[in-house]
């Protein structure tokens, strides 16, 4: 097996008897753009998670074109194309609800001192280099599982990278000196995490070894686009395993510093254990087919935060509502300076957390108010999983389990029995005082 850093000069191509991807298998979207570009005179490949899911037997969620086309000859042969990006330019062709994308082989950025280009540190910022071979395309591509070209003429794969073996032994290794290509893009250690995850690999020695050097260059991300890659870590169905690795490497605290400080302090806390438990009933209901939402996600991942200010809070003389509302949002105030989160999920993060607070109050017509309010479900569930991790909140949960179960008639009887255990919880508590 190749190191990360060997580069390979003789390509390998595996003919059509030798591999198990089948036409069958590509959608008829993405075969028409790549035999239209055939057509046309142009080179056409359908690469990256495409091509590494259908020789690893699972069913691609997408499939990605690359071609020698340029963005606005691509844009001339399909009447639904769509240019899109400026980091580097490509083309969305829609079929239906289907999108194909088609990118343009990627050049080299080879000058250093190129500021239109690249940052003093090494950053890629903008990428619209055409190459035009499928050679250079190569090596601006991340890792090589990611790397395999099938070639739409003769049905063969072509690896440039070593990428069939990686694939074979389970490793997920960048191309290149893995320092170089984490300068041009630190995203490349969250999108290594996320793979590593997602295929059950591990990753390749140097691959590993250079994050540490790396990490702290997530800082200069935009809070923006790392909210997408939150999203990719997160809610793509290996959540739990995402989250590990992200500690493992000890990249969680460039995502979110204040809560990977409280599981630094105390990993086995209930704050600690609700976030691992959220990751796993995340990626259950993926499994399920099940709606899942940015801003449970979030409520969870920043629960350890908000759980710590609202304490602050209550010390400094609030009350658990008045603490717990003040609490979410400085904690989102601060967080946006990291990973930024869209107004929506944020407003619906801080309901999820203030109802808390309000699920403790269950007598007269505020329980029957909270049935009604539009996050209680979400809210709801949260505090199941803050009982499932050890928060000294079970009774309250089992409560309102039942009371959601009950018919009106239960429900009063509940509430009144409630209150009356509330009275006299209240005249034992002052008859100390009177004896006195």
């Known amino acids: 097996m190749p190191k990360d850093s060997d580069t390979i000069s003789q390509a390998t191509r595996i003919p059509r008897p030798e591999h198990s991807i089948s036409r069958a298998d590509i959608s008829g979207g993405a075969l028409k753009v790549l035999y239209t ?32 086309a340029e963005p606005e000859q691509i844009k001339r042969l399909f009447r639904s194309a769509r240019l899109i990006g400026r980091r580097f330019r490509l083309a969305h062709v829609r079929f239906g609800r289907e999108i194909i994308e088609v990118a343009t082989f990627r ?9 239109d280009h690249v940052s003093v540190n090494g950053r890629i910022v903008r990428d619209n280099v055409y190459g035009t071979t499928v050679e250079e395309d190569v ?54 995490a996320r793979f590593a995850a997602k295929l059950g690999f591990r990753l390749g020695d140097e691959t590993a070894a250079a994050i540490p050097e790396c990490a702290p260059m997530l800082a200069e991300i935009p809070p923006a686009r790392l909210y997408e890659e939150v999203l990719k870590l997160f809610l793509g169905g290996a959540a739990a395993q995402s989250f590990e690795l992200l500690n493992h490497f000890d990249l969680f605290k460039y995502l979110f510093a204040e809560s990977a400080e409280r599981f630094d302090e105390d990993p086995l806390s209930p704050a600690a254990q609700l976030v691992l438990q959220a990751m796993a009933n995340t990626d259950k209901r993926i499994q399920e087919d099940k709606p899942v939402t940015p801003a449970f996600l979030f409520a969870a991942l920043l629960w350890p935060a908000v759980q710590k200010d609202a304490k602050a809070h209550e010390n400094r003389g609030l009350t658990s509502i008045q603490a717990m509302d ?22 619906a993060a801080r309901e999820i957390w203030s109802l808390q ?32 991790a050890g928060e000294e909140v079970a009774e309250m949960a089992d409560w309102w389990t039942k009371f959601q179960e009950m018919d009106d008639s239960g429900r009063k009887a509940a509430l009144a029995g409630t209150g009356s255990r509330r009275r006299r ?9 009177a004896q006195t």
Do not use: H
Request: charge should be positive; charged fraction near 35%.
């Open 37 to 68: 570009l055939k057509n046309a005179g142009f080179e056409a490949y359908l690469v990256g998670g495409g091509v590494r899911d259908l020789l690893l037997g699972r069913e691609p969620k997408d499939f990605d074109v690359v071609t020698d």
């Open 107 to 115: 050049g080299a950025v080879d000058d250093p001192d190129d500021e």
């Open 139 to 192: 090596w601006r591509r991340d890792f090589s599982v990611n790397c395999l070209y099938y070639d739409i003429r003769d049905f063969s794969v072509l690896d440039l990278t070593g990428g069939m073996a990686d694939l074979e032994a389970g490793v997920l290794r960048i191309i290149g000196d893995p320092v170089r290509r984490y300068r041009e893009d630190p995203v490349r250690m969250l999108r290594a």
């Open 326 to 347: 003040a609490a979410g949002m400085d904690v989102l105030a601060r967080q946006v300076s990291q990973v930024s989160l869209p107004r929506r999920f944020s407003l």
């Open 357 to 388: 607070s309000r699920l403790e109050q269950r007598r007269g017509k505020r329980a029957i108010q909270l049935l009604g309010r539009p996050r209680f479900r979400a809210a709801y569930d949260f505090l199941l999983l803050r009982a499932g």
């Open 425 to 433: 919880r209240r005249g034992r508590r002052r008859q100390p005082q």
